[in-house]
Each structure stands twice: as structure tokens, then as C-alpha cells.
């Protein structure tokens, strides 16, 4: 049997994570690899996914971030719930499945950066729209009464359901953030570049995907974006630079992010999403906003955590 936990009792969040939530698999070693590599290192499990980690970095910086996802009712999936919670995560709207397993991600990662990876999301693309019913039935919002808060939408979404939320009247009030789970998900962005609705977060690479297009920095990439059909942009390049746009000022902020030793990769982005939204939620300017989110996510590839 099926059911999607709730509780009346719950604090309203004020940022909604809509996406995966799962465990993450890391193995590191601080010498450079390629294919083939056998390396001494240390490998982690931890609590991950795009949606997860935007709602951790939230919940450091002191917002009360709310999750929307799958999680089984297997032991893992327990163990999950129970670490969200210790981490400052509400997971009353979690939908909870006794047929799906809890998704996985596991990544390798080397001196050189990510080396490869494989995440396991099959869970939460099973799941579909049975994620986002508190949105819909009125816990959260409805169709009359839409959300009006922030909410991190993660792009580990199947394109059928970000084409629904991009839509769907239950979202229009809500202050949307949207980022791909990683490049070869970036196309399913797409119903954000048609429906002018959303902020949106990508790499350069990402950026040259759903543009059909190479770029060599992240401001050419943003107004591309904006012509494109987006509302508003954030794009990334490394360690060059990064871009803010929107269609409201047609003009784009670039800042070059702080030099650091790279001690890890995964979760970077999403740490650079999250505390972007929080510099935004306490009002800061564009600039300070784009700069605040580039210091925390130096820090958090440095190895340090991102406060």
C-alpha cells in the first residue's frame, strides 16, 4: 500500500526541493585517473541527489527547506528519512512507496575532478506526478489557490512532468528555480525556455545544449539563453566566470568566483543554487547575490562547509 505522509502540525516550509532525494556513493582519491584507473582512496555514502542538496545547504544557512520526492519503505529509505530530518529537512510531504526502492547515485572522482557517474533515479521518474500532489490537493497549494513561495526544482524530473510544472496553474505564483541534474539532462529544460516562466541554473555546457550552440563564456551563453525564451538565467563556467540575466533588465552581471584547490565536484552546483536563493530571500542586490552564491560554492569544492 501506498501513501503520502503528511502532518498538519508541520511548520510551513519556506522553500519547497521538488526532485531526488537519495543516497549518494562517492569514491576519492587525490591522484589524477582516467579510464581503467585503480586507485587508493576513501568512498562515502551520504545523503544526496540535486533536490537534497539544495535543501541541505537551505538548511545551513537557517531557511526551513520542505522536500518533495520518492523514498522507499526500505531500510535505506528509513535510514534516509531519519538523516534529512537530523539535517534540518522536512520530509512530511515525501511520497513513500512499498514498491519502489530508494534511488542511488555513485560517482568517481579524482585529483582531475569527476571522473565518471551513474545515477540510479528510476524511483522517483516511477513515481511521476504523485510527488507534487501536495501542491495540487491543497496542503500546499492547488490549481485555485496556487504556491507562492520559492521552490528548487531538480531536473532529474522526467520531461513530461517539468513540461506539466512549467504549465500547470498550481505553479504559476510560485517563485520557480530549475536546474539540470547534470548535462545530458539539460534538454529537459526545455518547457522552461517556452513558457517564460522560472530561473533558471546551468553550466556552460548546459547552456550550449539547450541553445544548439558552443560558447566560450558564461555572459554570451546567458543573453543567448534570454533569447532563447528564458526569464531569467544563472550560467556557470568553472572557475572563469559566471553570468546572471534576465528579460526584466536584458543586460547580464558577470563575476569571476574565488580561486581554491578543487578537493570535490559533486554537489557544487546545487550548493551555488541554494545559496544564491538565500542571499535573494534576504534581499540582496544582483551582484551580491551572484557573489554570495560564487563564495559558497568555492568553499564547498574546497572541502570546507559552504558558511
Known amino acids: 500500500m501506498t501513501q503520502v505522509s503528511s502532518s498538519t502540525l508541520a ?3 519556506q522553500v519547497l526541493c521538488i526532485g531526488s532525494v537519495l543516497w549518494d556513493v562517492i569514491g576519492r582519491s587525490p591522484a589524477e585517473m582516467r579510464r581503467g584507473s585503480d586507485m587508493p582512496g576513501r568512498i562515502s555514502r551520504l545523503p544526496g541527489g540535486v533536490a537534497m542538496n539544495i535543501a541541505m545547504t537551505l538548511a545551513r544557512f537557517g531557511l526551513s527547506p ?3 520526492s520518492t523514498v522507499g519503505r526500505d531500510a535505506e529509505g528509513d535510514e534516509l528519512i531519519a538523516a534529512c530530518a537530523h539535517l534540518g529537512c522536512l520530509t512530511d510531504h515525501v511520497y513513500r512507496s512499498e514498491d519502489l526502492p530508494t534511488d542511488r547515485y555513485m560517482a568517481v572522482e579524482g585529483g582531475n575532478g569527476l571522473i565518471a557517474a551513474i545515477a540510479d533515479a528510476h524511483s522517483l521518474e516511477a513515481a511521476g506526478d504523485k510527488i507534487l500532489r501536495p501542491l495540487t490537493d491543497g496542503t500546499l497549494g492547488s490549481a485555485v489557490a496556487p504556491y507562492e513561495g520559492p521552490i528548487a526544482l531538480d531536473g532529474n524530473l522526467t520531461l513530461s512532468l517539468l513540461g506539466e510544472i512549467a ?7 510560485a517563485d520557480l528555480r530549475v536546474a539540470p541534474a547534470s548535462p545530458g539532462k539539460a534538454e529537459r529544460l526545455r518547457p522552461f525556455l517556452t513558457q517564460t516562466h522560472g530561473t533558471l541554473y546551468v553550466n556552460l555546457e548546459e547552456a550550449g545544449i539547450l541553445c544548439q550552440e558552443a560558447f566560450t563564456d558564461s555572459e554570451t551563453a546567458a543573453l543567448a539563453l534570454l533569447d532563447r525564451g528564458a526569464a531569467r538565467v544563472l550560467v556557470t563556467d568553472g572557475g572563469s566566470s559566471a553570468s546572471e540575466a534576465s528579460i526584466q533588465t536584458r543586460d547580464a552581471i558577470t563575476l569571476v568566483p574565488p580561486r581554491v584547490t578543487v578537493a ?3 554537489g557544487a552546483g546545487d550548493t551555488f543554487m541554494a545559496a544564491h536563493i538565500v542571499a535573494e530571500t534576504r534581499g540582496d542586490d544582483r551582484k551580491s547575490a ?3 552564491a560564487l563564495q559558497a560554492a568555492a568553499t564547498y ?5 559552504p558558511l
Open 167 to 173: 504549465a500547470n496553474p498550481a505553479f504559476a505564483k
Open 301 to 305: 569544492v574546497s572541502g570546507e562547509p
Open 66 to 68: 520542505s522536500l518533495l
Open 290 to 292: 551572484l557573489a554570495a
Open 264 to 266: 570535490r565536484v559533486t
Open 11 to 13: 511548520p510551513r516550509p
